[in-house]
């Protein structure tokens, strides 16, 4: 099973980007972003649950990022909007097989898959 994230690059202060997460072959019960930052640990971003499309958002992105899924091509996205500096960092797209709670999708070992990552840079 390959996870592929793909869409980042460097975008200017106050840009968006979308990022998005194709899983090769098969959909997952649960997807997620997780980012970290040169320097710092990863941190989770965004969750959705394919099934019924429950998303969980870290608080400190609320209002900024937005997590989405397309059913028909079987990939999930991170819209980032309003970006800053401080969200430069390695992207990573991850997949469970199971359809987690709410409470359980910010965890990194709620999630088998994981991509290698794409690097998102914000810079004027």
């Known amino acids: 099973v390959q996870l592929q994230a793909s869409g980042g690059g460097l975008v200017q202060p106050g840009g968006s980007l979308r990022l998005s997460c194709a899983a090769s072959?098969?959909?997952?019960?649960?997807y997620a972003w997780f980012r970290q930052a040169p320097g710092k640990e990863r941190e989770f971003v965004s969750a959705?649950?394919?099934?019924?499309?429950?998303?969980n958002h870290a608080d400190s992105l609320k209002g900024r990022f937005t997590i989405s899924r397309d059913k028909a091509s079987g990939t999930v996205y991170l819209q980032m909007n309003s970006l800053s500096p401080e969200d430069t960092a390695v992207y990573f797209c991850?997949?469970?097989?199971?359809?987690?709670?709410?409470?359980?999708?910010?965890?990194?070992?709620?999630?088998?898959?994981w991509g290698q990552g794409t690097l998102v840079t914000v810079s004027a």
């Open positions: 991850a997949a469970s097989s199971r359809t987690w709670i709410i409470g359980v999708m910010a965890r990194e070992t709620s999630y088998e898959y």
């Open positions: 072959g098969r959909t997952f019960g649960t």
């Open positions: 959705i649950r394919w099934s019924d499309n429950n998303k």
